[in-house]
């Protein structure tokens, strides 16, 4: 119980994170840029 619940949180600060961070969106821009 205890261990979702701490896995619940990390995914949560991840999810943030992802959002909150340019990095996150320069990295898909250049990958999506490769693929095309």
Do not use: Q, R, S, W
């Not at 701490?6 to 969106?25: A, G, R, S, Y």
């Amino acid at each position: 119980m205890l261990e979702e619940f701490d896995e619940e949180i990390f995914n949560t600060l991840v999810e943030k994170i992802d959002i909150l961070t340019p990095t996150h969106f320069i990295f898909e821009y250049e990958i999506g840029g490769l693929a095309k």
